[in-house]
Protein backbone atom coordinates (compact mmCIF):
# COMPACT_ATOMS: atom_id res chain seq x y z
CA UNK A 1 0.00 0.00 0.00
CA UNK A 2 1.37 3.50 -0.88
CA UNK A 3 2.31 5.89 1.78
CA UNK A 4 0.11 8.46 2.13
CA UNK A 5 1.29 11.90 0.65
CA UNK A 6 2.84 14.35 3.16
CA UNK A 7 1.15 17.72 2.51
CA UNK A 8 3.53 20.77 1.09
CA UNK A 9 5.26 22.95 3.33
CA UNK A 10 3.53 26.12 3.89
CA UNK A 11 5.41 29.37 4.33
CA UNK A 12 3.88 32.34 5.67
CA UNK A 13 6.94 34.94 3.75
CA UNK A 14 10.32 33.83 1.74
CA UNK A 15 12.69 32.44 3.88
CA UNK A 16 14.50 35.63 4.33
CA UNK A 17 11.64 37.32 6.12
CA UNK A 18 11.50 34.17 8.54
CA UNK A 19 13.31 32.74 11.21
CA UNK A 20 15.01 29.48 11.12
CA UNK A 21 12.44 28.43 14.14
CA UNK A 22 9.38 29.04 11.55
CA UNK A 23 11.23 27.49 8.49
CA UNK A 24 11.90 24.41 10.47
CA UNK A 25 8.34 24.42 11.57
CA UNK A 26 6.48 24.63 8.12
CA UNK A 27 8.90 22.06 7.02
CA UNK A 28 7.90 19.41 9.77
CA UNK A 29 6.08 16.23 8.50
CA UNK A 30 6.82 17.25 5.16
CA UNK A 31 8.39 15.11 2.14
CA UNK A 32 11.65 16.41 0.39
CA UNK A 33 9.04 17.21 -2.47
CA UNK A 34 6.84 18.95 -0.33
CA UNK A 35 9.14 21.45 1.71
CA UNK A 36 10.49 22.26 -1.82
CA UNK A 37 7.46 22.71 -3.42
CA UNK A 38 6.37 25.14 -0.51
CA UNK A 39 9.60 27.20 -1.08
CA UNK A 40 9.24 27.44 -4.70
CA UNK A 41 5.72 28.69 -3.92
CA UNK A 42 6.57 31.18 -1.34
CA UNK A 43 8.50 32.47 -4.01
CA UNK A 44 5.78 32.49 -6.57
CA UNK A 45 3.60 34.73 -4.07
CA UNK A 46 6.27 36.68 -3.26
CA UNK A 47 7.06 38.05 -6.78
CA UNK A 48 2.97 38.26 -7.08
CA UNK A 49 2.67 40.86 -4.73
CA UNK A 50 4.99 42.81 -6.47
CA UNK A 51 8.76 41.38 -4.72
CA UNK A 52 11.25 42.10 -7.16
CA UNK A 53 13.75 39.53 -8.45
CA UNK A 54 17.00 39.81 -10.34
CA UNK A 55 17.17 37.50 -13.22
CA UNK A 56 19.04 34.25 -11.88
CA UNK A 57 19.98 31.08 -13.53
CA UNK A 58 18.39 27.49 -11.64
CA UNK A 59 21.65 26.98 -9.90
CA UNK A 60 21.49 31.14 -8.35
CA UNK A 61 17.50 30.44 -7.39
CA UNK A 62 19.23 26.78 -5.59
CA UNK A 63 21.20 29.29 -4.07
CA UNK A 64 19.34 32.19 -3.28
CA UNK A 65 15.96 30.67 -2.47
CA UNK A 66 16.46 27.02 -1.38
CA UNK A 67 20.15 26.35 -0.32
CA UNK A 68 20.27 28.36 2.47
CA UNK A 69 16.26 27.73 4.06
CA UNK A 70 17.05 24.25 4.20
CA UNK A 71 20.61 24.83 5.95
CA UNK A 72 18.48 26.95 8.35
CA UNK A 73 15.73 24.55 8.85
CA UNK A 74 18.55 22.23 9.76
CA UNK A 75 17.72 19.55 7.14
CA UNK A 76 20.05 20.08 4.38
CA UNK A 77 22.61 17.60 4.87
CA UNK A 78 19.46 14.94 5.58
CA UNK A 79 19.44 11.85 4.34
CA UNK A 80 17.74 9.03 2.42
CA UNK A 81 16.57 5.98 4.94
CA UNK A 82 19.49 4.07 2.73
CA UNK A 83 21.71 6.49 3.95
CA UNK A 84 22.73 8.69 1.53
CA UNK A 85 21.96 12.15 0.78
CA UNK A 86 18.78 13.55 -0.36
CA UNK A 87 18.94 14.89 -3.62
CA UNK A 88 18.05 18.32 -3.31
CA UNK A 89 19.49 20.14 -6.78
CA UNK A 90 17.17 16.70 -8.74
CA UNK A 91 14.29 17.55 -6.26
CA UNK A 92 13.87 21.46 -7.06
CA UNK A 93 14.37 20.40 -10.74
CA UNK A 94 11.28 17.95 -10.70
CA UNK A 95 9.48 20.14 -8.41
CA UNK A 96 9.55 23.36 -10.66
CA UNK A 97 9.03 20.76 -13.90
CA UNK A 98 5.63 19.76 -12.35
CA UNK A 99 4.78 23.38 -11.55
CA UNK A 100 5.81 24.77 -14.72
CA UNK A 101 4.02 22.02 -16.67
CA UNK A 102 0.78 22.17 -14.49
CA UNK A 103 0.53 26.02 -15.65
CA UNK A 104 0.83 26.74 -12.10
CA UNK A 105 3.74 28.90 -12.87
CA UNK A 106 6.64 29.59 -15.48
CA UNK A 107 10.52 30.06 -15.48
CA UNK A 108 9.77 33.56 -16.74
CA UNK A 109 7.62 33.95 -13.70
CA UNK A 110 10.53 32.89 -11.09
CA UNK A 111 13.35 35.05 -13.18
CA UNK A 112 14.75 31.94 -14.07
CA UNK A 113 16.83 31.65 -17.44
CA UNK A 114 19.40 29.39 -18.99
CA UNK A 115 21.83 30.96 -21.71
CA UNK A 116 23.43 27.75 -21.61
CA UNK A 117 21.17 26.42 -24.77
CA UNK A 118 21.33 28.28 -28.30
CA UNK A 119 17.98 28.94 -29.21
CA UNK A 120 16.05 31.22 -31.62
CA UNK A 121 12.05 31.81 -32.56
CA UNK A 122 11.09 32.23 -36.38
CA UNK A 123 12.04 35.92 -37.33
CA UNK A 124 11.79 37.93 -40.25
CA UNK A 125 15.44 38.80 -42.28
CA UNK A 126 15.95 41.75 -43.10
CA UNK A 127 18.39 43.76 -44.62
CA UNK A 128 19.38 46.95 -43.65
CA UNK A 129 19.76 49.80 -45.96
CA UNK A 130 20.07 52.96 -43.70
CA UNK A 131 22.36 52.22 -40.66
CA UNK A 132 22.08 54.54 -37.62
CA UNK A 133 24.98 53.29 -35.53
CA UNK A 134 24.49 53.02 -31.67
CA UNK A 135 26.98 50.85 -30.63
CA UNK A 136 30.46 50.86 -32.33
CA UNK A 137 32.92 48.06 -32.27
CA UNK A 138 35.99 50.47 -30.48
CA UNK A 139 37.52 47.85 -28.38
CA UNK A 140 37.49 44.32 -30.10
CA UNK A 141 41.16 43.79 -27.89
CA UNK A 142 38.95 44.17 -24.79
CA UNK A 143 38.10 40.07 -24.40
CA UNK A 144 35.30 39.46 -21.89
CA UNK A 145 35.54 35.46 -20.93
CA UNK A 146 33.04 33.76 -19.19
CA UNK A 147 32.85 30.06 -17.56
CA UNK A 148 29.50 29.29 -17.45
CA UNK A 149 27.14 29.61 -20.43
CA UNK A 150 24.45 30.09 -18.09
CA UNK A 151 24.95 33.59 -17.57
CA UNK A 152 26.12 34.00 -21.19
CA UNK A 153 23.21 36.40 -22.20
CA UNK A 154 23.99 38.72 -19.36
CA UNK A 155 27.61 38.99 -20.77
CA UNK A 156 27.44 39.48 -24.27
CA UNK A 157 24.80 42.44 -23.64
CA UNK A 158 27.05 44.15 -21.56
CA UNK A 159 30.11 43.45 -24.09
CA UNK A 160 27.61 44.70 -26.52
CA UNK A 161 27.14 47.70 -24.60
CA UNK A 162 30.70 49.19 -24.45
CA UNK A 163 31.54 47.65 -27.93
CA UNK A 164 34.48 44.98 -26.75
CA UNK A 165 34.68 41.20 -27.69
CA UNK A 166 33.19 38.24 -25.67
CA UNK A 167 33.38 34.65 -25.50
CA UNK A 168 32.23 32.09 -23.29
CA UNK A 169 34.49 28.45 -22.33
CA UNK A 170 31.08 26.57 -22.27
CA UNK A 171 33.04 24.37 -19.44
CA UNK A 172 36.23 24.29 -21.36
CA UNK A 173 37.90 27.10 -23.79
CA UNK A 174 37.81 25.78 -27.63
CA UNK A 175 41.24 26.32 -29.29
CA UNK A 176 39.23 26.78 -32.67
CA UNK A 177 36.73 29.02 -30.88
CA UNK A 178 39.63 31.46 -29.84
CA UNK A 179 41.65 31.44 -32.98
CA UNK A 180 38.33 32.19 -34.74
CA UNK A 181 37.87 35.27 -32.92
CA UNK A 182 41.15 36.27 -32.32
CA UNK A 183 41.31 36.09 -36.10
CA UNK A 184 38.27 38.33 -36.67
CA UNK A 185 39.37 40.78 -34.21
CA UNK A 186 43.17 41.32 -35.27
CA UNK A 187 41.45 41.66 -39.08
CA UNK A 188 38.89 44.43 -38.01
CA UNK A 189 39.24 47.76 -39.43
CA UNK A 190 39.10 49.05 -35.92
CA UNK A 191 41.83 47.29 -34.98
CA UNK A 192 43.98 48.16 -37.63
CA UNK A 193 43.77 51.59 -36.97
CA UNK A 194 43.90 52.25 -33.27
CA UNK A 195 45.30 49.06 -31.43
CA UNK A 196 47.15 50.66 -27.83
CA UNK A 197 49.41 46.74 -28.15
CA UNK A 198 47.50 45.24 -25.37
CA UNK A 199 44.87 42.56 -25.55
CA UNK A 200 42.79 42.85 -22.17
CA UNK A 201 41.41 39.00 -20.88
CA UNK A 202 38.08 40.11 -18.47
CA UNK A 203 37.52 36.74 -17.01
CA UNK A 204 34.42 35.59 -14.48
CA UNK A 205 34.61 31.71 -13.09
CA UNK A 206 34.16 29.85 -10.04
CA UNK A 207 36.28 29.86 -7.44
CA UNK A 208 37.62 26.37 -7.27
CA UNK A 209 40.45 24.41 -9.01
CA UNK A 210 38.17 23.84 -12.06
CA UNK A 211 37.61 27.05 -12.31
CA UNK A 212 40.92 28.80 -12.07
CA UNK A 213 41.80 26.37 -14.51
CA UNK A 214 39.39 27.03 -17.19
CA UNK A 215 40.35 30.86 -16.78
CA UNK A 216 43.61 30.19 -17.41
CA UNK A 217 43.40 27.97 -20.47
CA UNK A 218 41.87 30.66 -22.00
CA UNK A 219 44.31 33.24 -21.30
CA UNK A 220 46.79 30.36 -22.67
CA UNK A 221 44.81 29.60 -25.97
CA UNK A 222 45.08 33.63 -26.67
CA UNK A 223 48.86 33.55 -26.17
CA UNK A 224 49.39 30.82 -28.52
CA UNK A 225 46.64 31.32 -30.91
CA UNK A 226 47.22 35.10 -31.51
CA UNK A 227 47.92 35.91 -34.80
CA UNK A 228 51.19 37.51 -34.32
CA UNK A 229 51.59 36.96 -37.79
CA UNK A 230 49.02 39.54 -38.83
CA UNK A 231 49.62 42.22 -36.68
CA UNK A 232 52.68 44.62 -36.95
CA UNK A 233 53.17 45.69 -33.30
CA UNK A 234 54.45 43.95 -30.22
CA UNK A 235 51.55 42.48 -28.17
CA UNK A 236 50.87 41.96 -24.58
CA UNK A 237 48.58 40.72 -23.10
CA UNK A 238 46.67 42.02 -19.53
CA UNK A 239 44.88 39.09 -18.26
CA UNK A 240 42.17 39.81 -14.98
CA UNK A 241 40.02 37.36 -13.33
CA UNK A 242 37.56 39.70 -11.71
CA UNK A 243 35.52 36.87 -9.38
CA UNK A 244 33.74 35.29 -7.55
CA UNK A 245 35.88 35.60 -4.77
CA UNK A 246 35.07 35.11 -0.97
CA UNK A 247 34.97 39.33 -0.07
CA UNK A 248 32.30 39.35 -2.92
CA UNK A 249 29.98 37.26 -0.46
CA UNK A 250 28.18 38.65 2.46
CA UNK A 251 30.33 36.85 5.32
CA UNK A 252 26.93 35.59 6.91
CA UNK A 253 26.17 34.07 3.97
CA UNK A 254 29.39 32.10 3.22
CA UNK A 255 28.46 28.85 5.02
CA UNK A 256 25.37 28.26 2.55
CA UNK A 257 27.37 29.40 -0.38
CA UNK A 258 30.40 27.84 -0.72
CA UNK A 259 31.12 23.66 -1.21
CA UNK A 260 33.87 21.57 -0.96
CA UNK A 261 35.56 20.95 -4.71
CA UNK A 262 36.36 17.51 -6.48
CA UNK A 263 39.86 16.25 -4.54
CA UNK A 264 41.46 16.56 -8.49
CA UNK A 265 43.81 19.92 -8.01
CA UNK A 266 42.35 21.02 -4.89
CA UNK A 267 45.33 21.10 -2.71
CA UNK A 268 47.68 23.17 -4.96
CA UNK A 269 44.91 25.52 -5.52
CA UNK A 270 44.00 25.86 -2.08
CA UNK A 271 47.86 26.12 -1.15
CA UNK A 272 47.85 29.18 -3.54
CA UNK A 273 44.36 30.96 -2.27
CA UNK A 274 43.63 30.17 0.50
CA UNK A 275 40.09 28.98 0.25
CA UNK A 276 37.28 30.34 1.69
CA UNK A 277 38.32 31.61 5.56
CA UNK A 278 41.21 29.20 5.45
CA UNK A 279 39.20 26.10 4.51
CA UNK A 280 39.49 24.39 1.02
CA UNK A 281 36.00 25.15 -0.25
CA UNK A 282 34.95 26.76 -3.59
CA UNK A 283 32.20 28.71 -4.57
CA UNK A 284 30.34 28.46 -7.93
CA UNK A 285 29.92 31.53 -10.00
CA UNK A 286 26.25 31.27 -10.19
CA UNK A 287 25.64 32.54 -6.18
CA UNK A 288 26.50 36.17 -7.78
CA UNK A 289 23.47 37.73 -8.73
CA UNK A 290 23.27 39.30 -12.48
CA UNK A 291 23.41 42.57 -11.67
CA UNK A 292 26.77 42.01 -9.62
CA UNK A 293 28.23 40.39 -12.54
CA UNK A 294 27.48 43.31 -14.77
CA UNK A 295 28.86 45.71 -12.55
CA UNK A 296 32.12 43.97 -12.07
CA UNK A 297 32.63 43.58 -16.39
CA UNK A 298 31.52 47.09 -16.36
CA UNK A 299 34.09 48.41 -13.72
CA UNK A 300 36.64 46.44 -15.51
CA UNK A 301 36.11 47.65 -19.13
CA UNK A 302 35.87 51.08 -18.06
CA UNK A 303 39.16 50.48 -16.20
CA UNK A 304 40.86 49.75 -19.44
CA UNK A 305 39.23 52.27 -22.30
CA UNK A 306 38.19 55.77 -22.88
CA UNK A 307 34.04 56.61 -23.11
CA UNK A 308 34.43 58.88 -25.31
CA UNK A 309 33.88 57.22 -28.54
CA UNK A 310 30.56 55.50 -26.97
CA UNK A 311 29.34 59.40 -25.63
CA UNK A 312 29.86 59.90 -29.48
CA UNK A 313 27.60 56.99 -30.82
CA UNK A 314 24.90 58.33 -28.52
CA UNK A 315 25.56 61.62 -29.68
CA UNK A 316 24.98 60.62 -33.69
CA UNK A 317 23.25 57.81 -33.14
CA UNK A 318 20.60 60.26 -31.69
CA UNK A 319 20.22 63.19 -34.39
CA UNK A 320 20.61 60.36 -37.27
CA UNK A 321 17.77 58.20 -35.70
CA UNK A 322 15.98 61.75 -35.76
CA UNK A 323 16.78 62.36 -38.91
CA UNK A 324 15.41 58.85 -40.70
CA UNK A 325 12.50 59.12 -38.45
CA UNK A 326 11.94 62.73 -40.56
CA UNK A 327 12.75 61.12 -43.67
CA UNK A 328 10.60 57.80 -43.61
CA UNK A 329 7.11 58.82 -44.43
CA UNK A 330 8.37 60.44 -47.20
CA UNK A 331 10.54 57.45 -48.42
CA UNK A 332 8.12 55.14 -47.70
CA UNK A 333 5.54 57.32 -50.16
CA UNK A 334 8.46 57.15 -52.73
CA UNK A 335 9.35 54.00 -52.34
CA UNK A 336 5.84 52.37 -53.05
CA UNK A 337 5.88 54.49 -56.42
CA UNK A 338 9.32 52.90 -57.11
CA UNK A 339 7.81 49.15 -56.66
CA UNK A 340 4.16 50.22 -58.74
CA UNK A 341 6.65 51.38 -61.85
CA UNK A 342 8.34 48.39 -61.71
CA UNK A 343 5.08 46.13 -61.24
CA UNK A 344 3.87 47.79 -64.09
CA UNK A 345 6.25 46.95 -66.67
CA UNK A 346 7.94 44.55 -68.85
CA UNK A 347 10.58 43.66 -66.11
CA UNK A 348 8.00 42.71 -63.41
CA UNK A 349 6.85 39.95 -66.12
CA UNK A 350 10.69 38.75 -66.17
CA UNK A 351 10.62 38.81 -62.78
CA UNK A 352 7.88 36.66 -62.62
CA UNK A 353 8.65 34.20 -65.27
CA UNK A 354 12.82 33.76 -63.64
CA UNK A 355 12.28 30.14 -62.65
CA UNK A 356 13.49 29.42 -58.98
CA UNK A 357 14.86 25.48 -58.67
CA UNK A 358 12.79 23.44 -56.46
CA UNK A 359 16.26 23.18 -54.94
CA UNK A 360 17.00 26.69 -54.23
CA UNK A 361 16.36 26.51 -51.00
CA UNK A 362 17.91 23.05 -49.76
CA UNK A 363 20.73 24.31 -51.66
CA UNK A 364 21.55 27.88 -49.75
CA UNK A 365 21.02 25.09 -46.53
CA UNK A 366 23.78 23.00 -47.78
CA UNK A 367 25.83 26.00 -47.81
CA UNK A 368 25.23 27.33 -44.90
CA UNK A 369 23.52 30.54 -45.99
CA UNK A 370 20.66 31.94 -43.57
CA UNK A 371 18.87 33.52 -46.12
CA UNK A 372 18.98 33.81 -50.30
CA UNK A 373 20.09 37.07 -51.50
CA UNK A 374 17.48 38.13 -53.96
CA UNK A 375 20.36 40.25 -56.59
CA UNK A 376 21.88 36.79 -56.42
CA UNK A 377 18.45 35.44 -58.30
CA UNK A 378 17.27 37.93 -60.28
CA UNK A 379 19.58 39.26 -63.38
CA UNK A 380 18.03 42.21 -64.24
CA UNK A 381 18.66 44.97 -62.14
CA UNK A 382 19.89 47.34 -64.56
CA UNK A 383 16.46 47.21 -65.81
CA UNK A 384 15.15 47.63 -62.70
CA UNK A 385 16.85 50.18 -61.59
CA UNK A 386 16.63 52.09 -65.08
CA UNK A 387 12.54 52.25 -64.38
CA UNK A 388 12.84 53.85 -61.00
CA UNK A 389 15.24 56.80 -62.17
CA UNK A 390 12.66 57.55 -64.46
CA UNK A 391 10.18 57.61 -62.21
CA UNK A 392 12.74 60.17 -59.43
CA UNK A 393 12.78 62.36 -62.68
Known amino acids: MARPKTPNAVLRDVPDRLSNAEIADAFYGCSDAGIMRGLIEAEIQFIRAGGVRDVRTLRGFWYFVVKSALSRAGVLNKQTSEGNPVDWDGTLSAELEDLVSARETTYEELQIIDGSRQRSAATPMTRSVAKTQWVGPHYP ?4 FTEKDTIWPGVRNVAQLYGVSVVSGGGQPSAACTEDLLKQIVRSQVFKQHFPGTVHLIGISDYDPF ?7 QKEQI ?7 EVETK ?5 IRVGVYPKQIPPDELDVKTYTPKAN ?7 GTGGVNGKPLGIELDVLPITQIRA ?3 QAIEERISLEPRREDLRLGFVEELAWETLLPEIEIRKARLVEAVKASDAWTKIRQTELPESLFKDAALDGRSAIDPRRVFDCADEVRAIMNKVKT
Request: net charge positive; hydrophobic share 60%.
Open 141 to 144: WVIL
Open 211 to 217: GYKIFNA
Open 223 to 229: TRFFPVD
Open 235 to 239: VTLES
Open 265 to 271: GLAAWFR
Open 296 to 298: MLA
